[in-house]
């Protein structure tokens, strides 16, 4: 007897889309962001001047608005997740199929990597070393826990706001990839100061993994605990609470 076909699983040619398209998102987005902030580090102590307030609204927006490009590129293809927590957080409430989890986060921390190895191209080995390739910088009175919330409440925020615009068919149509990269900017603003609120594994990772290929100094400690637990976990969180608050259909 023949089978029928299971017409909801994505064809080997589909899924090949979708995480090309995951890994085109991610490099664009940490070669922008990324780039971006070594290169206002750079400026930084090329000026003997500490970041402030204007830095911090430079990679704000440059974060934002690389946010919104990859999303309005990519979303009729993969959806646009840009960010292993939220594809996490998606999936925790049935949004997106675990089977498909793995390979997705991997394509994504792919495409971070291939982002953040563009940097140096840019900068110069000694550009991008001096700028961390944009890599996080906890302040030095933040522990371990307390960075590690303030990489939750970032994501937390950033995932509400997708849930309430791109995935709640309830939501003004066309407004999910601004929303999601203005969000981004003032959590950047606020944040930055004490764990450069990147709120993406991924984004992560890839400025961690290059930096370290370049002879510097990567604390994986710090990276697993604030960079990836954190964001996850508040990715979860937001998804449950905006279920049990919006009840979405």
């Known amino acids: 007897m023949k089978r029928t076909p299971d017409r909801s699983a994505p064809t080997p040619s589909v899924a090949v889309q979708v995480l090309g398209a995951e890994v085109l998102s991610l490099f664009i987005y940490v070669l922008l962001g990324a780039g971006v902030e070594a290169g206002v580090r750079v400026a930084a ?11 911090y609204l430079v990679i704000g927006l440059a974060h934002g608005f690389a946010l919104f490009t990859v ?3 990519t ?34 921390c792919v495409g971070a990597i291939l982002g953040a190895a563009a ?10 070393l001096q700028g961390e390739v944009g890599a996080a910088v906890i302040a030095p009175h933040i522990s371990l826990v307390q960075g590690m919330a303030i990489e939750a409440l970032g994501a937390a925020v950033l995932m509400l706001t997708i849930l ?11 407004w999910g990839a601004f929303a999601a990269g203005m969000s981004v900017a003032p959590i950047t603003m606020v944040l930055a100061p004490a764990t450069s609120a990147l709120v993406n594994p991924a984004r992560a990772l890839g400025p961690e993994v290059i930096l370290r290929i370049l002879g510097g100094h990567a604390d994986w400690t710090v990276l697993v605990v604030i ?13 449950w609470v905006y279920r049990a608050i919006a009840s979405p259909r």
């Open 45 to 55: 102590a090329r000026s003997g001047i500490p970041l402030g307030a204007d830095a």
């Open 164 to 174: 309430a615009t791109s995935g709640d068919s309830r939501a003004p149509a066309g």
């Open 119 to 128: 940097v140096p191209v840019v900068l110069g080995r000694t550009g991008a």
């Open 71 to 73: 999303s309005i590129l």
């Open 75 to 108: 979303h009729n293809v993969s959806g646009a997740h840009v960010n292993p927590a939220v594809t996490v957080g998606l999936a925790s409430v049935g949004r997106f199929p675990w089977r498909a989890v793995p390979l997705q986060i991997a394509s994504q």
């Open 227 to 239: 960079d990836v637990v954190g964001p996850m976990l508040g990715a979860l969180a937001a998804c």
